[in-house]
């Protein structure tokens, strides 16, 4: 309720710790000892190293967490958890009332929190020993409860984030020593909104990596999702600096999303093609306007009804191929990118009927062969 940690052997200054450390109504442990409560999150470190025994019976239960409430202050909603069993679960899919769909853990080598959600087929771990975030749906005070199922117990470990098919783009920010990193991400599914949906976005909750995510309205998200939609899409980014001074943002993945994506910085109007040059160097001072970026693209794979196509893409063997429908000369640029959103070659089109694209020895998939922009007839 009041964003402090309680340390154990506080016994003098509220809140103390036999006052922090229970869970809903289960009675706190004796006074002067350790014990963990079972579904509660803790954060463990000791002066001295060497070897430590934990002593007790081990939970086999289902835990439910209930009284999630939402306290007055920055960051309110949030509620630290921890994994109550010996073991990995995977998240998601777990009994709750008025709890948001994604959960956050502390990536520890980023120094920063990385989301976690089970939408299309994700499996997501949270592992052993392992404490982790949940946030109470906005305008939800009371009766807010989840449940930790022993049903969601694994023994192996997947990756967090894994791709699902809908067009995503995951953005690191990293700071010049390297020892921190922001995760942002943006993504299309059927069933978003523009807006905040609590069901697939995420509020953005600051580590001490460098403050970067997404806008959505008056929400700063760190993954936001989008309705699929043609056209141009524009999204704007808030950037704030810890103690460093010289950063870069890093398009980490770019998934079925084809064409340019292009990053603009407002503060010095330079723009760069995030597929050909993944990695933008920048600088930030103390005061810079927090708005300080946008990115920009056309979504793929949705196509205006009604437009009749200028040209046919098609492959003659193993050629690309660009032909005209109108039997009128093609000029512009070609672009050719890998299933895995890569810029692989560019090609400037002569004003020919049919254009074949050279790969000079290229070898790869791709899917669609090629990506037509800029032309002009």
Not at 9 to 23: C, D, H, M, Q
Not at 56 to 62: F, R, V
Not at 127 to 135: E, H, I, K, S, T
Not at 271 to 294: C, I, K, W
Request: hydrophobic share 35%; with cysteine; charged share 15%.
């Amino acid at each position: 309720m009041t964003n402090e940690w309680v340390n154990s052997k506080n016994t003098g200054t509220a809140p103390t710790w036999t006052t922090a450390n229970v869970l809903n109504s289960t009675p706190p442990p004796p006074a002067g000892t350790d014990k963990f409560i079972p579904g509660k999150g803790y954060l463990v470190e000791y002066e001295t190293h060497g070897a430590r025994v934990f002593e007790g019976t081990l939970n086999n239960s289902d835990i439910t967490v209930e009284d999630l409430r939402i306290a007055a202050g920055v960051h309110n909603g949030w509620h630290l958890l921890g994994n109550p069993f010996p073991c990995a679960l995977t998240w998601g899919g777990w009994p709750s009332a008025n709890i948001n769909g994604t959960a956050k853990i502390w990536d520890e080598s980023s120094a920063s929190y990385a989301d976690i959600d089970n939408l299309n087929g994700n499996s997501p771990i949270i592992p052993a020993l392992n404490g982790f975030m949940v946030q109470v749906k906005d305008g939800y005070s009371l009766d807010n409860s989840i449940t930790i199922p022993k049903s969601a117990r694994v023994h192996n470990a997947l990756p967090w984030y894994k791709s699902t098919g809908d067009p995503f783009l995951v953005l690191v920010a990293k700071d010049s020593s390297g020892q921190t990193a922001q995760k942002s991400v943006v993504r299309f599914l059927e069933q978003a909104t523009p807006a905040y949906d609590p069901a697939f976005d995420s509020q953005f909750l600051p580590g001490y990596a460098p403050q970067f995510c997404s806008v959505a309205g008056g929400d700063r998200l760190s993954t936001n999702s989008l309705p699929e939609s043609g056209g141009n899409v524009q999204i704007p980014f808030d950037f704030v600096k810890n103690e460093q001074s010289s950063f870069t943002i890093e398009a980490e993945t770019i998934s079925d999303v084809y064409g340019m994506v292009i990053l603009k910085d407002l503060k010095t109007n330079t723009t760069q093609d995030l597929n050909a040059n993944p990695v933008y160097s920048f600088t930030s001072a103390e005061g810079d306007d927090p708005h300080r970026f946008m990115i920009n693209f056309s979504q793929v794979g949705i196509g205006e009804p009604g437009n009749p196509k200028p040209v046919s893409i098609y492959m003659a063997g193993s050629t690309p191929c660009i032909g005209s429908n109108s039997c009128a000369a093609i000029t512009g640029d070609v672009f050719m990118y890998n299933m895995m959103g890569q810029l692989v070659t560019r090609q400037k089109l002569a004003g020919s009927i049919v254009v074949t694209i050279g790969l000079d020895g290229i070898t790869g998939n791709y899917c669609p062969p090629v990506r037509l922009l800029t032309p002009s007839y």
